[in-house]
């Protein structure tokens, strides 16, 4: 039975160290990976901190930023006001941030976004039990997809960005012309 412990702690550790050893890792890359075969999203419906319901579907015809993150996560915590600023830029114009809170209750989501020096106005989603990030191909957290206005994935990005850089911005408005 010792032996069965120590294999699942360790095993789980090991889950732990990929998931910041690839965060770590595609943070230097401060890109979006193309997905050229723009496969169409996987479906959701969830909640906010506020009970108010959410179904991905609902926002077709916008450009739409899903970010899957934690609040244990340092990368995930240094780019929400990044975020913030991306969704003041482009707010009236299709598009949505969609920031999915991974295996969290709503009192933890909600001390984080009242600690934060920057409100933050795009909806928090939780997926407490993680049923929707393991139908998407999240490498580590954070990571964040680009949708365009049918749904489908364009971009990912594994790892903290400073998403008000100049060299997202193209990217997003070519899929708000398309």
Wanted: aromatic share 10%.
């Amino acid at each position: 039975m010792r032996h069965q412990v120590r294999f699942w702690s360790q095993g789980i550790a090991g889950v732990v160290l990929l998931l910041v050893l690839s965060t770590v890792h595609a943070e230097s890359a401060q890109t979006l990976l193309p997905i050229p075969e723009r496969p169409m999203a996987p479906e959701f419906v969830l909640v906010d901190a506020d009970g108010k319901q959410h179904r991905l579907s609902d926002y077709r015809g916008n450009v739409v930023a899903i970010n899957f993150w934690a609040t244990w996560c340092p990368p995930c915590l240094r780019e929400m006001p990044s975020m913030q600023r991306l969704w003041d830029r482009w707010k009236n114009k299709n598009f949505v941030i969609l920031a999915i809170d991974v295996g969290e209750d709503d009192e933890t989501v909600f001390r984080f976004t009242i600690e934060l020096d920057t409100p933050l106005e795009f909806p928090l989603l939780l997926d407490r039990e993680g049923k929707v990030v393991a139908q998407w191909p999240v490498l580590g957290l954070p990571t964040t997809f680009i949708l365009d206005k049918q749904g489908r994935v364009v971009y990912r990005a594994v790892g903290g960005r400073e998403w008000d850089q100049a060299e997202f911005y193209g990217p997003i408005e070519s899929l708000l012309l398309e």
